[in-house]
Nanobody
Framework: VQLQASGGGLVQAGGSLRLSCAVSGSIIGVKAMRWYRQAPGKERERVAAILPSGSSNYADSVEGRFSISRDRANKTVYLQMNSLEPRDTAVYYC?????????WGQGTLVTVSS
């Protein structure tokens, strides 16, 4: 199983980006699909998660600005990021947690200029 994240880039404050994470290979026993981020000099933090039921949850810092979604086959997970702020600058990683353990993507860099 491989996860390929894409969609990062440079955007001005107030702008939007949509990240995608494509899953190749067969994946079973999905417990959650998540996005994490890691800013320079900081620990990795969980940004958003979506469960098989479709319910989702967000870090307080992105609540109301970011939205996580997935396709029905669990082959792609998205992170729509609106009203971006310089503090959102980080490498964003997708993660799929299964009953057999986690799978990580390689990360995509998001840079928000002020």
């Amino acid at each position: 199983v491989q996860l390929q994240a894409s969609g990062g880039g440079l955007v001005q404050a107030g702008g939007s980006l949509r990240l995608s994470c494509a899953v190749s290979g067969s994946i079973i026993g999905v417990k959650a699909m998540r996005w994490y981020r890691q800013a320079p000099g900081k620990e990795r933090e969980r940004v958003a998660a979506i469960l098989p039921s479709g319910s989702s949850n967000y870090a307080d810092s992105v609540e109301g600005r970011f939205s996580i979604s997935r396709d029905r086959a669990n082959k792609t997970v998205y992170l729509q990021m609106n009203s971006l702020e310089p503090r959102d600058t980080a490498v964003y990683y997708c993660n799929i947690h299964t009953v057999y353990g986690p799978h990580w993507g390689q990360g995509t860099l998001v840079t928000v200029s002020s």
